[in-house]
């Protein structure tokens, strides 16, 4: 402790993650990392279950920018990794496929229709519609 009574960190380094870290707190950062990497948040739908991340829908930049390669997609893998709480990514992609350990370019249709923006819940049934 210092001299007015707050404790001191032992290093600079951030602290190891914890078992409750929050889904949200990983929805936002990989949302976060998205963001950077200026892909198209309005095509692909991020869910979270426990230390899992799921990407699903359509992975590109935003428009004007130059096409996403299968190096920017495994990189922007690599950084979902790194945050803290993240154990596992699933990545359900409709114009991107892993073969062979890497990923491949897959064609889409020209237009795309936004995914609608909710929270998935693992605990809810699929409704059954008649």
């Given at each position: 402790?210092?001299?007015?009574?707050?404790?001191?960190?032992?290093?600079?380094?951030?602290?190891?993650?914890?078992?409750?870290?929050?889904?949200?707190?990983?929805?936002?950062?990989?949302?976060?990392?998205?963001?950077?990497?200026?892909?198209?948040?309005?095509?692909?739908?991020?869910?979270?279950?426990?230390?899992?991340?799921?990407?699903?829908?359509?992975?590109?930049?935003?428009?004007?920018?130059?096409?996403?390669?299968h190096e920017a997609l495994e990189s922007l893998e690599?950084?979902?990794?790194?945050?803290?709480?993240?154990?596992?990514?699933?990545?359900?992609?409709?114009?991107?496929?892993?073969?062979?350990?890497?990923?491949?370019?897959?064609?889409?249709?020209?237009?795309?229709?936004?995914?609608?923006?909710?929270?998935?819940?693992?605990?809810?049934?699929?409704?059954?519609?008649?």
């Open positions: 402790m210092d001299g007015i009574g707050f404790r001191r960190r032992e290093s600079a380094e951030e602290p190891p993650p914890t078992e409750d870290m929050g889904e949200s707190f990983l929805r936002a950062e990989t949302r976060s990392v998205l963001s950077r990497n200026r892909v198209e948040l309005s095509l692909v739908r991020v869910g979270v279950f426990g230390s899992v991340i799921r990407l699903q829908g359509v992975l590109r930049r935003t428009a004007g920018l130059p096409e996403m390669t690599r950084e979902i990794r790194r945050i803290p709480g993240v154990q596992r990514i699933e990545m359900h992609l409709s114009n991107w496929r892993r073969q062979d350990s890497e990923w491949k370019p897959v064609s889409t249709p020209v237009l795309e229709t936004p995914v609608r923006q909710f929270e998935l819940d693992p605990q809810v049934a699929p409704s059954r519609a008649a």
